[in-house]
């Protein structure tokens, strides 16, 4: 299972859609407070949280 890492800048991917995604309060104040002092951004740790959950979930259903 790959540990979670917050990354520095994702380069813009050549292809990419806007979607839009409600979160709890709570949850942008905890990704605000993570990030801050850091080189990332909001999208950047949201990409990479979500594909990192993946592939989590992935090697879970090959168990």
């Known amino acids: 299972m790959r540990e979670f890492r917050i990354p520095n800048r ?3 991917a050549p ?3 806007n979607k839009s995604v409600r ?3 709570e949850v942008i104040e905890q990704v605000e407070t993570a990030i ?3 080189d990332c951004t909001f999208s950047a740790f949201v990409v990479e949280a979500v594909r ?3 592939e989590n ?3 879970q259903q090959e168990e």
């Open 52 to 54: 990192v959950a993946l």
């Open 57 to 59: 979930l992935e090697e």
């Open 36 to 38: 801050r002092d850091t």
């Open 15 to 17: 292809t990419s859609t």
């Open 10 to 12: 994702i380069p813009k």
């Open 23 to 25: 979160f709890p309060n």
